[in-house]
């Protein structure tokens, strides 16, 4: 939860006036993340103070993994209330593991036409292979979009780049993206 990019993306979204719910799970089982972001999405239909829709869910590696499974999971049950999944470093498969990516993939794969996923991806990230992802996004129903940063590894960093500029550009994509597409 206090990986910097998140930080700074929760403070650029709030300073374009999004709500935005930051939360952490300690443990690392998809299944236990699922059911964390589960027990958040539940605990905001029970807020009256605040209309909640447009719903964009989002994390970084593992947690754009349990946000996809959340927003597939949601799509089945007639919730119309996602809109998008925002994935920073998704995990296609661990480093020299490629074969893993189908596993990995399901829930992107199941999500409706409906939902829009946005992918921020290093060009170095040795957990996303560019030629897999692109396989993945063609079986995809739902509508995506891939912003390649140049030479960023799977924690979004890029060699000559400030850390703060490399922020800047992901948290200008995402905010422009989520005023694209229904917020």
């Known amino acids: 939860m206090n990986f910097r ?3 700074s993306l929760a403070r650029a979204l709030a300073s374009s006036g999004f709500l935005c719910l930051r939360f952490t799970c300690k443990g690392l089982n998809l299944t ?19 209309t909640v829709n447009h ?3 989002g994390g970084r590696s593992m947690g754009c993994r349990a946000a996809a499974s959340l927003a597939r999971q949601l799509s089945d049950g007639s919730e119309d209330a996602v809109q998008g999944v925002i ?7 661990p480093p ?7 596993q990995r993939s399901e829930d992107l794969r199941m999500l409706p036409e409906g939902v829009r996923v946005l992918f921020v991806s290093g060009t ?21 979009d891939v912003c390649w940063l140049q030479g960023g590894d799977h924690g979004l960093t890029v060699k000559g780049r400030s ?8 948290n200008l994509k995402v905010i422009s993206w989520i005023k694209e597409n229904g917020a």
């Not at 236990?32 to 605040?50: C, E, G, H």
């Not at 994935?87 to 498969?93: A, G, K, Q, T, Y």
């Not at 850390?163 to 992901?170: L, P």
Request: glycine letters at 2%.
């Open 5 to 7: 990019h998140l930080v």
């Open 124 to 144: 170095k990230d040795n957990m996303c292979d560019r030629d897999l992802l692109n396989g993945v996004l063609q079986d995809m129903k739902a509508q995506t």
């Open 96 to 102: 020299g593991q490629m074969h893993t990516h189908r």
């Open 163 to 170: 850390e703060d500029s490399v922020m800047d550009e992901i």
């Open 87 to 93: 994935c920073l470093s998704f995990p296609m498969h």
């Open 55 to 57: 719903i964009f869910l």
């Open 32 to 50: 236990y993340r699922v059911k964390a972001y589960s027990a958040v999405w539940d605990y905001l239909k029970t807020i009256q103070r605040f």
